[in-house]
């Protein structure tokens, strides 16, 4: 219980870094759906999508092979190659954009936009770079620190984009204010979100700076060599994975019907995944707990029994976000998008239990990183990539942005299911499937019972909904015997 205590208190301060910061960022997504239409945003949907490719493609599985390597040699000598690759690499990424920004531009359907391209160019490369010393600090377990220069970082970027949308908008024309003009022009429009954007990653760079020169750099070629053989699998595997999560949004700008509108629906359909905040909330800071834990545990003689635990302790916790954003999906919808998205509220459940399943995918994944298996996780990235290219080109035309939703389900699924049965191959690990089966059941069976119910009034609604959220808690809290993860007595 102590380990768990240990991954469950990194995690909780992660956590604390994510959900501030993701909740501040998300404050974002009300802005920019009250500012921009549905196409507008869509804009900005879209773009995202390129630049979560190339953040995959910039760190080439670095990351995970410094917390690797940092474990098996010199954890300075490890730090310092990685950190020098990537400032070469990103250097050079950067050099050859700004030389072609306005063909690549033209290439991605934004002809007349190459400072779109130029902005996102700088964004890219810096927080590639970002990425060592920013694991640097989680190998450190300086989850503090880390926390306040990522919150840091969503304050500069909300900061910006209030002031170039909200403040400068409404008193560029009024007197006094003539000097505005240098610094804001209105025809910019949704390059301002891209510009904040920036602004936010060259502050981040500055603020990891003492982090970056705390000691000597070095690089050491052939420990440089051994890294990028055990990384090489995992940015095929990561570009595999940023087609399973980000595909679909350039895929529906080709293969939906003009007469729809492609960018109004890729609009709504970005803005109502970002309604499922809570559960990718969840899972981005358990994978910055998640990762150096395995590593640092693989060694222990009880290490499957420790990894069985947290995988069911992970899906309780997953199951009971999914079933509070569900039971108060009217308040949450309110809250994050505009009224002329909620058409798209539909694809939220879908979207919730497909991030689940891409949760216990990186749970199952330690499998193959600690065993040096890496080439594995890129045959079942690569896998659910080939699952979600053929059922978004098919059910696109067909369902729309519903055919997107579904596509990641079954792709998270197909490769969630996957990696299990070859874990039961090459690290069989005693999962608790018969728990996991029952929390599962529950937590479907209460969203759909409840889905089909019509109350008199909201207040016996959502009266009826918390009396059944905090039920599955309190049950599934008792019969795990949860309670210790949180106070330090067991509560009898």
Not at 255 to 268: D, E, H, T
């Amino acid at each position: 219980m102590n380990k768990i205590k240990q991954i469950a208190g990194q995690t909780a301060i992660y956590g604390v870094s994510s959900i501030v910061s993701r909740l501040l960022n998300y404050l974002l997504t009300p802005l920019h759906v009250s500012v921009f239409a549905p196409a507008q945003y869509g804009v900005i949907t879209e773009m995202y999508a390129y630049v979560s490719f190339l953040i995959v493609f910039l760190t080439y599985g670095m990351e995970t092979a410094y917390f690797r390597y940092s474990h098996k040699y010199d954890p300075h000598k490890v730090y310092s190659t990685a950190v020098t690759s990537l400032s070469i690499s990103s250097s050079a990424f950067l050099f050859f954009v700004l030389l072609f920004s306005g063909s690549i531009a033209s290439f991605i359907g934004y002809p007349g936009h190459p400072e779109y391209v130029k902005w996102f160019a700088f964004v890219v490369a810096i927080d590639a770079f970002n990425t060592i010393p920013f694991a640097k600090l989680r190998n450190q377990n300086k989850a503090v620190k880390f926390s306040v220069i990522r919150t840091l970082n969503i304050l500069v970027n909300i900061t910006m984009n209030i002031l170039f949308l909200v403040v400068f908008p409404r008193i560029y024309q009024k007197p006094g204010f003539d000097w505005l003009s240098s610094i804001y022009n209105p025809s910019v429009g949704v390059g301002y979100v891209f510009i904040a954007n920036l602004v936010a990653s060259i502050f981040t760079f500055l603020m990891l700076l003492p982090v970056i020169f705390e000691e000597k750099i070095k690089f050491d070629g052939k420990l440089w060599r051994e890294m990028i053989v055990y990384a090489l699998p995992l940015l095929v595997g990561g570009l595999a994975g940023m087609i399973n999560e980000t595909l679909d949004r350039i895929l529906l700008r080709v293969y939906l019907p003009p007469k729809v509108n492609p960018l109004a629906q890729i609009g709504i359909y970005g803005a109502n995944y970002k309604v499922a905040i809570l559960m990718t909330l969840f899972i981005q800071m358990f994978r910055y707990a998640a990762e150096p834990f395995f590593f640092a545990n693989a060694k222990e003689k009880n290490s499957k029994q420790l990894y069985a635990d947290v995988m069911k302790y992970f899906i309780i916790f997953g199951l009971s976000i999914f079933l509070f954003v569900m039971l108060y999906i009217d308040i949450i919808k309110a809250i994050i998008i505009n009224e002329r998205y909620y058409e798209g509220i539909k694809v939220v459940p879908i979207l919730l239990l497909a991030n689940l399943f891409l949760g216990i995918f990186y749970n199952l994944s330690v499998w193959y990183k600690i065993n040096n298996l890496t080439k594995f996780g890129a045959y079942l990235q690569i896998f659910g990539a080939i699952i979600t290219i053929l059922l978004n080109i098919y059910l696109i035309p067909r369902i729309g942005y519903m055919g997107a939703a579904w596509a990641t389900f079954f792709c998270y699924f197909s490769t969630m299911t996957a990696s299990y049965f070859l874990s039961r191959k090459y690290y069989s690990i005693n999962y608790d499937l018969k728990s996991i089966a029952l929390y599962f059941s529950i937590t479907l069976g209460l969203y759909f019972i409840t889905s089909q119910i019509s109350y008199p009034n909201n207040f016996i609604k959502y009266g009826v909904n918390t009396a059944l959220f905090l039920g599955f808690v309190t049950f599934a809290s008792y019969r795990e015997n949860l309670l210790p993860l949180f106070f330090k007595k067991t509560v009898k």
